[in-house]
């Protein structure tokens, strides 16, 4: 068997494995740190199937102010990470997000979210029907009795880009990316000593990192943890619609059960069934009558100019959904010295990762979080079965 050792082990090397190994080395550089990934082209992880995007529109403060940070780092990432990333832009595209209510009750919580995020930074602002028809004259608001948007900070970016930029430049920096699959955990006491693989290798580490998406709660079940994590799928669409081409359009959440935002001349549409449940983790099936049955027919109501639309291309991307609350959970989990998760991110992953990514490099080194405190968001609300509720989950 072939053994090594690092000072801290990554299991999962998506983007938030990827920015935690790229924060590792920036704070601490000459650290040995080891990231094993199963897949390098990253085919069938959240972070290549996300549909890549960024928001301010939280109702929790840690998670408005974690996006913050991440939407800064996006938009000047090729400065904050250097030539070694080899990404010269992440292409944000500032369109904002258009959250739709549909009833008074709605309006208020809007309102009140609202004056919330401004508070720590941001620009949403609340308009009424009339408003939102004279800014967006091409949708339908009759249903619709507010809407918040952002004017900066909120829209999408490059999602491959910020993964291989904060892969190359941790490589850069010394850190070493393997290829290989975890099948187990050596345990003894409180802590994890290393991880098994399934090329033949033992690992050895002073700390280790579940930042598997889906995969993390068999690897957190290694180490004699039950996390309440599941793979929840997601159908997204692909659709041109001829009559209605809005390239300025924000990205939409509307009251009815759909998002879409404008893409490349058409747009990406999708929804969550009614039905929605666990799916097993080889399901990549595409649910084709999302389209036609839940989707199209809300699209037709929003805005006319979807009379004609057609499904392009289609894809399944897996959520690693967080049953208790949907909040991701990031900390040393209770009762293990040295073992750490970064996941359950129900979404919300790609555009947190730079500021969790830092956060776990801080706690991992430091014991504690020395720039935002992302405590709220820590394993021992699921230990005690106290969710952290977030309002604004897409």
């Not at 939407?71 to 595209?93: H, M, N, Q, S």
């Not at 006491?189 to 399934?198: I, Q």
């Not at 392009?312 to 010295?337: E, M, S």
Request: proline content about 6%.
């Amino acid at each position: 068997m072939d053994r090594t050792h690092s000072d801290v082990v990554i299991i999962g090397g998506a983007v938030t494995g990827a920015a935690t190994a790229w924060w590792l080395m920036k704070l601490s550089p000459g650290l040995k740190v080891t990231v094993i990934e199963k897949d390098p082209t990253y085919a069938q992880s959240a972070t290549a199937l996300s549909v890549a995007s960024v928001r301010l529109q939280f109702s929790n403060p840690v998670n408005v102010e974690i996006s913050r940070f991440g939407a800064a780092f996006i938009r000047d990432f090729a400065e904050r990470i250097g030539p070694e990333g080899g990404v010269p832009t992440l292409g944000l595209k500032e369109n904002g997000y258009l959250f739709l209510s549909g009833t008074e009750e709605g309006a208020r919580t809007l309102e009140d979210l609202a004056a919330m995020q401004r508070g720590l930074g941001a620009t949403t602002e609340v308009l009424g029907p009339d408003a939102l028809a004279r800014r967006f004259p091409w949708m339908r608001f009759d249903d619709v009795t507010a809407g918040s948007i952002g004017s900066r900070d909120e829209g999408w970016f490059d999602n491959m880009g910020l993964l291989h930029g904060f892969r190359n430049a941790a490589r850069a920096m010394g850190a070493v990316f393997l290829t290989d699959r975890v099948t187990g955990l050596v345990c003894a006491g409180d802590r994890v000593l290393a991880a098994l693989t399934e090329g033949g290798r033992r690992i050895e580490g002073g700390a280790f990192l579940c930042s598997a998406g889906t995969g993390s709660t068999a690897i957190c079940a290694m180490a004699g943890i039950a996390l309440p994590v599941e793979p929840r799928k997601r159908t997204v669409f692909v659709v041109d619609a001829p009559n209605a081409r809005h390239p300025e359009a924000p990205l939409i959440i509307d009251h009815s059960g759909i998002y879409l935002r404008p893409e490349h001349g058409a747009w990406i549409a999708a929804t969550v069934p009614d039905d929605d449940g666990p799916c097993d983790p080889g399901d990549w099936e595409p649910d084709h009558e999302q389209f036609e049955e839940l989707i199209w027919p809300k699209l037709y109501n929003r805005a006319e100019g979807f009379d004609a639309a057609k499904v392009l291309r289609l894809w399944v991307g897996h959520y690693d959904y967080n049953t208790l609350d949907q909040n991701a959970i990031l900390g040393r989990w209770p009762g293990h010295a040295n073992f750490h998760v970064a996941a359950g991110f129900s979404g919300h992953g790609l555009q947190q990762s730079p500021a969790v990514g830092r956060g776990m490099a801080e706690l991992i080194l430091h014991g504690g979080y020395r720039s935002l405190d992302l405590s709220p968001l820590g394993p021992e609300r699921v230990l005690e079965g106290r969710p952290f509720l977030e309002k604004a989950i897409v």
